[in-house]
């Protein structure tokens, strides 16, 4: 059992950020799309911080921070949510059971950096969301990003994407989205729109700037469906150095008409 003082030296909340939460049950007409059938959702905050913060703030001492939205009567997506944000850190690819089990293992991972550097000051940071970016018909676009640093060097940005079909229930895949034997012809695609980005010719090497496998340019899986194209994001270390941070690439829906499947989440964003 944990002792009292034990409990007065740990402060945990989880809170409902109820000032920054609005039900979106909104319809909202724009020039080139009609937002409907959204999904109610409100933003939850689940927070933990070190026993040595006392009244620090969580920017100068150990904590661990998530927000993520609800969403009204969706189970599924809501544990979908959870996932992907378990994941964004996790050891060796596995994921906690829960949020508070993942706060738990982290700040008994400083206490042990603690005991083991007994005169250090360096604190662990851990801040991740979810963030609705958009909602459409039968659409619920969502980001997952988060920025950990546990000692060493330097902390570690991670961002990843959730394409929720609420017609199907389930976090579509480029395979839902494309028709079958895409792979070649979208990346022939997206390897044009790469090199004008960075700025490259069409015979330039990837060898030395970049960490392609067998130097040769890939897409990931990572992606957001967005209303002008298939927004693609490589996290850090993923095809660059640290330093470089994360790239982006964005595959507009007019370069890849003959790939898209038809009557998906994308069908409403192509223009007649």
């Given at each position: ?40 959702y ?19 001492c ?6 993520y ?9 809501n ?6 944000l ?5 050891y060796?690819?596995k ?11 982290f ?27 958009h ?51 979208l990346?022939a695609?997206?390897?044009k ?11 330039a ?16 899986k990572?992606?957001?469906v967005?209303?002008?194209?298939l ?13 470089a ?28």
């Amino acid at each position: 059992m944990r002792t009292i003082y034990y409990l007065a030296a740990v402060f945990i909340f989880f809170s409902v950020s109820l000032a920054s939460c609005v039900w979106s049950d909104q319809h909202i007409e724009q020039k080139d799309a009609i937002y409907k059938d959204t999904l109610n959702y409100e933003y939850k905050t689940f927070s933990e911080r070190a026993a040595d913060c006392g009244d620090k703030g969580d920017s100068t001492c150990t904590h661990f921070t998530v927000k993520y939205p609800e969403f009204k009567d969706q189970p599924k997506l809501n544990d979908s949510v959870e996932r992907k944000l378990l994941l964004l850190f996790a050891y060796d690819g596995k994921a906690d059971s829960s949020i508070s089990a993942y706060a738990k293992r982290f700040l008994n991972d400083y206490e042990t950096f603690k005991k083991e550097n007994p005169d250090t000051k360096m604190y662990f940071e851990m801040d991740s969301h979810a963030t609705v970016v958009h909602q459409d018909t039968n659409l619920v676009a969502i980001e997952v990003s988060g920025y950990i640093f546990q000692g060493g060097a330097h902390g570690g940005t991670t961002t990843a994407f959730i394409n929720w079909d609420t017609k199907t229930n389930k976090d579509l895949t480029l395979d839902d989205l494309l028709v079958d034997g895409y792979n070649t012809r979208l990346n022939a695609v997206a390897e044009k729109i790469f090199r004008t980005n960075e700025k490259l010719s069409d015979t330039a090497s990837l060898a030395t700037n970049y960490f392609f496998d067998n130097n040769k340019f890939a897409l990931n899986k990572n992606f957001l469906v967005t209303p002008i194209g298939l927004r693609f994001l490589y996290n850090q270390y993923e095809i660059k150095p640290y330093a470089a941070g994360q790239t982006e690439l964005v595959v507009p829906y007019a370069q890849i008409k003959k790939l898209l499947r038809p009557n998906t989440v994308i069908t409403q964003y192509l223009k007649q």
